[in-house]
């Protein structure tokens, strides 16, 4: 959990149950492995009026001079119980979550806000961003600051609604950033605002911690959000969130959460798949031409009383059944697809890649590959793969042909000076 500045651990607390705030304890939180946690002789209980409950306490205390509600979690050490804190929300008294507005700062946002003339005209800063309804939110409106300000974007809701409606719209937005930058986007601060006009801090809640201060190449990013283009890439992406479920969700989370080789490679294939069967279906091809055909025709016309399975041959001849294109026709047209520049930029022999791509990725999904036999190819197989993808999620966001054309640039020159001198980088 990252904690803010006003936050220093350890501290003396006085605190309570949330459904019996009237019978206090003392108690200290302390820092454990990077996480709060009370340690109070007071014990805490699964049972709640008399009935076991799977569900986290809920504990109220006073922190920097504000109440706070904090989701507690019943652990043990040395068989000493002690409270682990999993969410703080720093300003409130009671677990009503109902909010019309939150303000949120994400690692990188700055940087995908700066401006490149390759994004096209420049954005005014001030225009709000309408942001598409998705699955478990409806729609809402984002505000996000200019070039060179803090990284705090806010949503407003036309309505109070629950703090996982806003969660969602954040989701999306955390991870376009992390797709933009291509490293995984932390939240460092939330805010949520009452109806009220009370003000609740979220501590918690998060998928990624922070990595501290990197310095990053905007010039280096998949895409950028200043340019007039920036409401398309927007809804675009939003859209996508459920559209094209899970091509995205696939991609950010092998960077938020890089597995084995394997298991990356194939997850980009399945997305590649699905990507190409929604927005760029190949037709079924027929087997045979009217030319080829004709023949066999006539010489099929001359079997006198033809048996149930000869009937149904003939059949199938004479309707000249198409044949369902496999996987490697349908990547092979997905990728050509790209703007022929784009493919040179990346530096990946295209030819080369899709043989082995094709070839590792039957082995890991259907036949098991012997020991040794990818050895030093999977790591250019799924970078390449993961390049071209991340382009053709690109285009169909609509980044301008000049952005396009930087960011396969900087992937060529990344993984091109890893692994030059191989098959999939010559």
């Known amino acids: 959990m990252y904690l803010p500045d006003s936050i220093n651990l350890p501290i003396e607390v006085e605190w309570a149950r949330l459904d019996n705030p009237t019978q206090m304890h003392g108690g200290t939180l302390s820092d454990w492995n990077g996480e709060p946690r009370l340690d109070s002789e007071a014990q805490l209980s699964f049972l709640q009026d008399g009935v076991r409950s799977s569900a986290p306490p809920w504990i109220i205390t006073t922190i920097a001079g504000q109440p706070t509600v904090m989701r507690a979690s019943i652990r043990y050490e040395s068989g000493v119980q002690f409270l682990a804190i999993t969410e703080m929300r720093v300003g409130a008294s009671d677990l009503d979550s109902n909010f019309v507005s939150v303000s949120a700062e994400f690692e990188y946002t700055s940087e995908v ?66 797709f933009a930058t291509r490293r995984p986007s932390a939240r460092l601060a939330l805010v949520a605002v009452r109806a009220s006009g009370q003000t609740v801090q979220i501590i918690g809640r998060t998928k990624v911690l ?36 899970p091509i995205l969700q696939v991609f950010v989370g092998a960077i938020y959460q890089p ?44 079997v006198a009383s033809p048996d149930r399975e000869q009937l149904e041959l003939i059949t199938r001849v004479f309707r000249n059944e198409r044949a369902t294109v496999g996987f490697y026709g349908r990547i092979e047209a997905l990728v050509s697809t790209l703007d022929s520049n784009l493919r040179r930029g990346t530096h990946i022999d295209i030819g080369a890649w899709l043989v082995s791509f094709v070839k590792m990725r039957n082995f890991i999904a259907h036949e098991g590959s012997p020991p040794g036999a990818f050895d030093g190819e999977l790591g250019p197989v799924r970078d390449a793969t993961r390049s071209l993808l991340a382009l053709l999620i690109a285009v169909h966001l609509g980044v301008p042909q000049a952005a396009l054309q930087m960011a396969a640039n900087a992937l060529g020159a990344r993984y091109g000076s890893v692994y030059r001198g191989g098959q999939i980088y010559p």
Do not use: C
């Open 113 to 178: 806000l700066k401006y490149r003339s390759e994004d096209g005209p420049m954005r005014s800063p001030s225009t709000s961003l309408d942001l598409p309804a998705l699955s478990a939110a409806d729609a809402m409106v984002l505000h996000y600051p200019g070039t060179g300000l803090a990284g705090t974007i806010e949503l407003v809701s036309t309505s109070p609604v629950a703090l996982e409606t806003f969660e969602a719209h954040l989701r999306a937005f955390q991870d376009l950033i992390t």
């Open 259 to 302: 597995g084995y080789i394997e298991s990356d490679l194939l997850a980009a294939a399945a997305a590649m798949e699905h990507f190409s069967n929604l927005l760029h279906p190949v037709p079924p091809r027929s087997k045979l031409t009217a030319a080829q055909l004709e023949p066999i025709k006539t010489a099929l016309e001359t």
């Open 210 to 245: 922070p990595h501290g201060p990197v310095h990053l190449d905007h010039r280096e990013f998949t895409l950028r959000l200043a340019g007039t283009n920036t409401e398309q890439i927007v809804e675009r992406w939003w859209r996508g969130v459920v559209d094209l479920r």
